[in-house]
């Protein structure tokens, strides 16, 4: 059994499809989240993702300690959308999500996903890093796209397995990863905290 620090139905989703058992490790009322994400300065996608996460399996290793519960491999990951140098996170509003969409149009981006694991006091993580192109949007699909509410939560305002699909030309790396969690990446992780996979 292991733990899955993360709200993501997704992530949850994807540890089912591994045939894992694991027990989600939610954040408490008062912890905010959300503030792990900011940005500092002009820091490079790689770098941003990886110490979000670090900063989230952090989070949740002191949670787990302060419950009481019994001690298991916690996994944790943290999504980001890069043009360039520039990350794009969450949506804040429908503009907001609006703009992000009308940067990803007709263009090639980067879908960044960290993974962090903690058994013991050994800490293991991995990058994957996989190019998505969209065709070109035009200003009402970018609306009625943004008016379906599903932007909202996710990097760079889209959901790769919903129905933002019907714009992706081409996607070079891992889908699961674009999802949210590297299957292939948690999987030689956990192997090498000694988890037996089928």
Do not use: W
């Amino acid at each position: 059994m292991i733990y899955l620090a993360s709200q993501s139905p997704r992530r949850a989703q994807l540890l089912e499809q591994m045939g894992l058992r694991f027990e989600t490790l939610l954040p408490d009322p008062h912890e905010d989240a959300e503030a792990l994400e900011a940005v500092h300065g002009s820091e490079p996608p790689a770098r941003y993702v990886q110490r979000v996460t670090a900063l989230k399996l952090d989070a949740a290793l002191a949670r787990l300690n302060r419950l009481g519960q019994p001690m298991a491999p916690i996994l944790c990951a943290d999504t980001t959308v890069a043009i360039g140098s520039e990350i794009l996170g969450k949506p804040a509003d429908a503009r907001h999500a609006a703009a992000m969409l009308r940067q990803l149009s007709g263009r090639t981006h980067r879908v960044l996903t960290a993974v962090a694991v903690q058994s013991g006091r050994r800490r293991v993580q991995a990058l994957s890093v996989s190019r998505v192109s969209f065709e070109p949007m035009s200003a009402a699909q970018i609306r009625d796209y943004v008016a379906s509410g599903e932007p909202f939560g996710k990097a760079g305002a889209y959901a790769v397995q919903g129905r933002a699909a019907m714009y992706i030309r081409h996607i070079s790396g891992s889908y699961s990863g674009i999802m949210g969690l590297p299957l292939r990446e948690s999987a030689q992780l956990l192997r090498e905290l000694g988890l037996k996979l089928a």
